[in-house]
Each structure stands twice: as C-alpha cells, then as structure tokens.
C-alpha cells in the first residue's frame, strides 16, 4: 500500500476530536466503519456460535465504541475497548455514558505495545484497525508483524479474532496470520461487480489463535 495519513495517530487524534465535538454538540456517535451490516455480521456470527455472554471481548482500536455498545444490548458482558487515540476513548466514554452501559470497559492503549494487564481475552474484534496500521508512512511492514505478536499475546490459545478489512483480501489476510492462526470461516459481505468481475469490497474473517 501507499503510505497514507490514515496510517498516523495525528489524523485520527483530530479525526475524534471533530467527531467528540460533534457528539457534544448534536450528539451524534459519528462514522460506524463498514456500517451497520458490519457490527450484525460480527454478533450474529457470535450467536451462532453460541460464545457464551460472559465471554471477554477486546474491540482494537474501538473509535466510538458503538461496535461495543451493541454487543452489550445483545447481552454480553465482559466488554473491553481499547484505542491509542485519547479523543477516541473520550468520544466512546460519552457514547457508553448515554447509552447507560456502565460495564463497558474503556482504556487508551496502543495495541502495538500492549500493557501486560491487557491478556486473557477470548474473543478479539478489529474493525479496520489492522487496515490504518497497513498505512501507516513508517514500517508498515514491521508494525503490522507487530500487531500479529501482540493478537498472540492478548488472545487466548483456541480464542477468536473476528478481522473486517476493505484493503486487504482473503488471501492476503490468510498470509499476514499464518502465524499462529488457522481461518475458520469466511462471512459473508456484500459483493460488487466491475467489468464483468464480481467481488467483494470488504472481507471479513474469522480466524482462531493456535
């Protein structure tokens, strides 16, 4: 990938400081990465799989923390968000505070260098996080070998990592976490079709730690 501005914490920083701003002007939550459909998949492949409630659950790089939000009104419980931006973590405070989910757990962490507390979990979700990394202008590569270390180290043996992605294929995803991963399943997404081709613009995976 080219280097983009979307691989920095100084856009995303001034992205949620736009957006807290809008929420305490108008309230609103501001952008849901991939839409609505996106936070569906993701909990209707969890009910399915009958994970229980009381499973903990690391939402990476949780901007608002409506993804969270929504798994809570689903009825889960052991809710953990962490993003490296303190703007994100502000807005993702007030969106919890509104919606009364007071058992949301919320912290700034950057995952490339994971706090020792932070482990244990059984259920990692990423909503484009894996995505900006993969941009970012400065070792992109390294950083991105980076985030599949510290996935092993917060994700438990036998746990899951849910992955959307719009920049990477099934593939390409397939190679980037072959180390200490096996796919179990693709989810559906919707699909496009462009000169007679059809394929889909965002990729979901889930894969479970070895």
């Known amino acids: 990938f080219s280097p983009s501005v979307l691989g920095t914490r100084e856009h995303w920083d001034a992205a949620y400081e736009r957006e807290l701003q809008t929420f305490q002007d108008i309230g609103d939550t501001g952008e849901i990465w991939f839409g609505e459909e996106s936070m569906v998949r993701i909990i209707r492949w969890l009910e399915k799989q009958k994970v229980p409630l009381d499973s ?37 405070e007030k969106v919890r505070e ?39 202008p400065d070792n992109a590569v390294g950083k991105r070998k980076q985030y599949v270390r510290s996935l092993c180290s917060v994700l438990k043996p036998e746990g899951f990592f849910l992955i959307t992605s719009c920049n990477w294929t099934k593939e390409e995803l397939l190679n980037e976490f072959r180390e200490g991963f096996e796919i179990l399943e693709e989810l559906p997404t919707p699909k496009f079709c462009f000169g007679g081709r059809i394929g889909n613009s965002v990729t979901a995976l889930v894969f479970q730690r070895k």
């Open 56 to 92: 903990s659950v690391l939402d990476i790089g949780t901007g608002n923390g409506v993804l969270l939000v929504e798994l809570a009104k689903s009825g889960y419980m052991n809710l953990t968000g962490i993003d490296y931006s303190p703007s994100a973590i502000q807005l993702s």
């Open 98 to 136: 509104k919606e009364g989910m007071s058992n949301i757990k919320l912290k700034v962490e950057d995952f490339l260098a994971a706090s020792a507390e932070l482990s244990g979990f059984e259920i990692c979700i990423d909503k484009g996080t894996f995505d900006a990394i993969s941009l970012n």
